[in-house]
């Protein structure tokens, strides 16, 4: 159900891929909303994924850049404008990459060159596209700026490695430009720190599926799924929020308040095994605590 929250406004989503995306979520509820926008990301991101069809679909225009480059930025908040007739309303930012994890590298063995590349891309891009956009004055009065998140910023979580590190990074960003766009032209900025989603990017983090059965469990209103990503995301772009900035917002049924549901726990009690990590799960053999 539609209910013309974003009737008459522009704006940029960063990230769309494919179906599976929160980006192509976000850009689908958006122009039901009555939004208009251009849809951006790298030149190869576009020739691989499907996000032309997403365009047509839309009605939106294709910007190729790489939003780890000034130029390319400012090209497309040139071309945005031109395009949409004006300043936009609101940008997603929903862009995140690891070559640590995709190359199976230990948090404590890291890549340092691969570890500029995940911070360049997963969170300085944030700064880098903010700084172009208050140059150009490209954002209208009590416009939304939305960065994608996850709690791994505030709590360790195995195999999420460096990429953990980055969204730390893009929420302080968030916080540190929130008050200086917010101050000069009541521009809004947050993230939004979403339950474990089945996505191209968040398939490569070690141990997904289960860390997706576990927050499941530990969630008291479940996990949220990328469609609710998108409605969150939407309500964040709308007048409805005004007031609303400088804040890591999480989406993700209670998951970063839980420290231990019942349904995590009967899991815990059936797979319990041996205290030595050999597999053995006969009590008759091995001692419990």
């Keep these: 159900m539609a209910y013309n929250l974003l009737k008459g406004k522009r704006g940029i989503i960063f990230g769309a891929l494919n179906a599976d995306s929160i980006a192509w979520k976000v850009a689908e ?50 071309k945005s404008m031109e395009a949409l007739g004006g300043k936009v309303d609101f940008i997603l930012h929903s862009i995140g990459m690891s070559p640590n994890v995709r190359k199976g590298r ?30 150009m004055d490209a954002i209208n009065e009590w416009g939304s700026v939305v960065a994608l998140s996850y709690v791994a910023a505030q709590r360790t979580f195995y ?3 460096d990429m953990a590190d980055a969204k730390s990074l893009l929420e302080s960003i968030g916080r540190s430009f929130g008050y200086i766009y917010g101050r000069e032209r009541r521009v809004r900025i947050n993230t939004i720190s979403q339950s474990p989603t089945p996505t191209t990017a968040g398939g490569g983090v070690k141990g997904f599926d289960r860390l997706m059965d576990f927050s499941e469990r530990m969630s008291p209103l479940g996990n949220a799924s990328g469609d609710d990503c998108a409605d969150y995301c939407i309500t964040l772009f709308s007048d409805l929020t005004r007031r609303v900035t400088m804040q890591n917002l999480f989406h993700d049924g209670g998951f970063s308040s839980m420290g231990m549901s019942l349904r995590a726990l009967i899991q815990y009690e059936k797979g319990l095994g041996c205290d030595c990590d050999c597999g053995d799960a006969d009590p008759g053999v091995h001692r419990f605590d």
């Excluded at 190869?44 to 069809?53: F, S």
């Design 29 to 78: 509820r958006a122009f039901e909303e009555g939004a208009t926008f251009t849809l951006t990301n790298t030149s190869v991101a576009l020739r691989m994924g499907n996000t032309a069809q997403l365009a047509e679909k839309c009605n939106a225009e294709l910007v190729a850049a790489d939003a780890t480059n000034v130029e390319d930025l400012q090209n497309l908040f040139r």
């Design 106 to 135: 230990h948090y404590s063995d890291l890549d340092y060159n691969y570890l500029q590349k995940t911070l360049d891309v997963s969170a300085v891009s944030f700064h880098k596209l903010l700084q172009v956009a208050r140059k």
């Design 159 to 161: 195999g999420y490695n």
